[in-house]
């Protein structure tokens, strides 16, 4: 019997693998993306491209206004996107694009979908070793929300708790590019830039990032940026 | 100095006290509400109101839609409300009013903003004794929450976690009506019932315990029902 799970769709390299390794893995796949007025809502479209060429089963797009409050600076256009830092300095502290407890409320999300569905699995395609700045993308967070997940949940009080898959967790940026080649990602329909332009920028810390594992590993990426440094 | 504090507001009998107990706390109240496309939108109103009486600096109205994947009668139309049930009824299983994840969802937002005002504190009024069919009612889960916080926030992994106060949780409704009137609780401005009506209807779970509560202790409550059987 195959196993039915909510995939978190950014519609960037990382969460893009992970949909595909969902569906490697057997389960029948319900892609969540979310359209928080985040800088970079072009990343929505290349979700849908994702979601559509993957045959997902149903693709929801949940909208609410992060902007409200900002704190991060993919959701306050008055705090300006580090550029052109180099991979060492992004790893130092909790990045300005921190978004607070966005995992958090994405998570929340993919649980209730989840219950509703009678799913048996959320992947989320957190990865603590680049950024390994953000609290909420490291393994003790993900055991603790699953925990919560399991006393909070209908399903969890019965004894079917909802598990959390984050398969990226331990993988550098170029072994997640070597898993999704092996795994046939249209990485040319995804999208990681921050700024939010028509192509991608490639200086600001997720362009920069994505690159140089590409370039580590003699690859292409596919995809158009404004410029390269 | 006095403490910055996130208060989860519905409008009810519950989360209203619990508004009125972080005051009496020395809190700077910062209070968030949700319209999720609920049946009974029209709590907003009085989360408004009640708020605005309170004082509180701030007041969020988060909006998102738990209709799309619906799985409770407050967010799918189609499921009927449960109507004139006993309190013994009520507390045998998780009721059809159960909205998956829902508090998981509320609490996320709640600790977003936490994060961005720097709060230190979150006031949620769950409770344990009345409908103790609610999975994320129970202390356990509340624990596992904070703990999530802690691990998956800036200020948390500061070894500055944001405390989760449920200061309700062990009430029963009753001893909840007796706090709410020590504290001045403005009682005509609350709205628990479910049905979204105009007036309170008096028969569904959420009505029925408010009243039958308030006849226990032999005092009026001031809002006006439809009908009291």
């Known amino acids: 019997m195959s196993v039915k799970?909510?995939?978190l769709l950014s519609g960037g390299l990382d969460s893009s693998t992970v949909l595909y390794y969902a569906k490697a893995d057997g389960c029948n796949c319900y892609a969540m993306s979310f359209d928080y007025q985040q800088r970079h809502r072009r990343e929505l479209d290349a979700a849908k491209a994702i979601a559509r060429t993957a045959g997902v089963i149903d693709h929801q797009v949940v909208t609410f206004d992060l902007t409200r409050w900002g704190g991060s600076a993919l959701t306050d256009d008055r705090i300006d996107l580090p550029q052109s830092r180099s991979i060492e300095q992004m790893s130092?502290?909790?990045?300005?694009?921190?978004?607070?407890?966005?995992?958090?409320?994405?998570?929340?999300?993919?649980?209730?979908?989840?219950?509703v569905l009678e799913a048996e699995r959320i992947y989320i395609g957190v990865n603590a070793l680049d950024y390994s700045g953000y609290p909420d993308c490291r393994p003790d967070y993900i055991a603790a929300m699953q925990e919560a997940f399991r006393l909070g949940t209908r399903q969890g009080r019965e004894?079917?708790?909802?598990?959390?898959?984050?398969?990226?967790?331990d993988l550098k940026k170029t072994e997640?590019?070597?898993?999704?080649?092996?795994l046939g990602v249209p990485w040319e329909k995804?999208?990681?830039?921050?700024?939010?332009?028509?192509?991608?920028?490639?200086?600001?810390?997720?362009?920069?990032?994505?690159?140089?594992?590409f370039a580590e590993l003699g690859l292409d990426d596919?995809?158009?940026?404004?410029r390269v440094v």
Chains 1, 2 share one sequence.
């Open 92 to 115: 130092r502290d909790i990045p300005i694009t921190y978004v607070p407890a966005r995992n958090t409320i994405f998570l929340s999300f993919a649980v209730a979908y989840a219950e």
């Open 176 to 182: 997640i590019i070597q898993l999704g080649n092996r």
């Open 159 to 169: 004894g079917k708790p909802i598990e959390i898959v984050a398969p990226l967790i």
């Open 222 to 226: 596919p995809i158009p940026y404004d």
């Open 190 to 213: 995804t999208q990681s830039c921050y700024a939010g332009g028509e192509r991608a920028c490639g200086v600001c810390d997720s362009c920069r990032l994505r690159l140089a594992a």
């Open 5 to 7: 799970a909510v995939v």
